[in-house]
């Protein structure tokens, strides 16, 4: 029987690794198979660096993200199906924040979102991880500007910091992830594709505080509500 895959997008930093530690023993009465397979296992942090330090690339420039970050992507999703048809329930984590992008199939171009529906065959549930400021409204339209969004900006940069520490492969990938608006680019570009796909697309939001548990158990519900 084909599996479910559980498509979780968040940003870089939002503390998804941390909470998906947490998640497997709160999900496997509801799905006694259920996998994580990260896209670090599939195109790894030192595989990034070994190729942009033999080809000249910039890691993460447009060129790099179009020669290589693309297919890693690509055959990260193809070993995700490759399990789900084996049976498993797949968590798919994932930086895939933009859902809207448009994919030429057939001649015609549709949502990304579209696109992996038909190549999981229907077998694919989205979901979004987003840090938020507890009750404060944001959208697309006012999440680059808003003011309460600069405390967690602040704690992503800390995060970055802390988790780049002793850890040069990390240091490179994160290189361009300093600027002051980096989480805010990334979110809005979350809450579009959830604006586009009101109904497709379920949002955990955790605030500033929570511990990987609490993220966890939010992430759970989601899933399973």
């Known amino acids: 029987m ?3 895959t559980f498509l979780w997008s968040g940003a ?3 503390g998804k690794s941390s909470a998906m530690r947490e998640l497997i023993p709160l999900t496997r009465e509801r799905s006694p198979s259920l996998l994580i397979h990260d896209n670090e296992i599939a195109f790894s942090m030192a595989m990034r660096c070994k190729i942009a330090n033999v080809t ?4 993460n420039s447009p060129e790099f993200v179009k020669a290589f970050n693309f297919q890693g992507q690509m055959d990260y999703q193809l070993s995700c199906r490759a399990f789900a048809a084996q049976g498993f329930d797949v968590m798919m984590p994932s930086p895939s924040e933009d859902l809207t992008i448009p994919i030429p199939v057939g001649g015609e171009k549709i949502p990304l979102l579209k696109k992996m529906e038909g190549d999981f065959g229907g077998r694919i549930k989205f979901f979004q991880l987003i840090l938020v400021p507890e009750g404060i ?3 697309s339209g006012n999440v680059l500007e808003h003011q309460a969004m600069l405390a967690i900006e602040e704690e992503i940069q800390r995060r970055r910091e802390a988790r780049g520490t002793g850890n040069l492969h990390q240091q490179l990938l994160d290189a361009d992830k300093c ?7 990334r979110l809005r570009k979350q809450l579009l594709s959830h604006e586009m796909f009101p109904g497709e697309i379920v949002q955990a939001r955790v ?3 929570e511990t990987p548990a609490q993220v966890a158990q939010k992430m759970c519900n989601a899933m399973f509500s």
């Open 2 to 4: 084909q599996g479910t």
């Open 12 to 14: 870089p930093l939002v």
């Open 56 to 59: 000249g690339m910039a890691l």
């Open 137 to 139: 409204e944001l959208d």
């Open 179 to 185: 600027h002051a608006t980096y989480y805010r680019e």
């Open 207 to 209: 605030h500033l505080g």
